[in-house]
């Protein structure tokens, strides 16, 4: 993974390196933003967006797989 905007300034290349390293995944649209099919601003949105979605996607699979009973007392569970 790598961030390969040429054109991001130091605080957009923060940015994009913050969200790389909180999700674990390249961000997208970098081309579209160097080409200037995409604002900055319109990047990090797309970025956010697709973030949420995988993740409540995620979310609600393993939710739904979970094989616990639902009965179980989690009240001592670490967290």
Same mark, same amino acid.
């Given at each position: 993974?790598?961030?390969?905007?040429s &054109?991001?300034n130091?605080?957009q290349?923060?940015?994009? &390196?913050?969200?790389e390293?909180?999700?674990g995944f390249?961000?997208?649209?970098?081309?579209?933003f160097?080409s200037d099919?995409?604002?900055?601003?319109?990047?990090?949105?797309a970025?956010?967006?697709?973030?949420?979605?995988?993740?409540?996607?995620?979310?609600l699979a393993?939710? &739904?797989?979970?094989?616990?009973?639902p009965?179980?007392?989690?009240?001592?569970?670490?967290?």
């Open positions: 993974m790598a961030i390969t905007s &054109k991001a130091d605080a290349r923060a940015w994009l &390196k913050q969200y390293d909180q999700t390249e961000p997208l649209h970098q081309e579209e160097d099919e995409m604002t900055f601003a319109a990047v990090a949105r970025n956010i967006d697709w973030f949420e979605a995988w993740s409540t996607d995620a979310h393993i939710q &739904k797989n979970n094989p616990a009973d009965d179980e007392d989690d009240s001592h569970a670490a967290g």
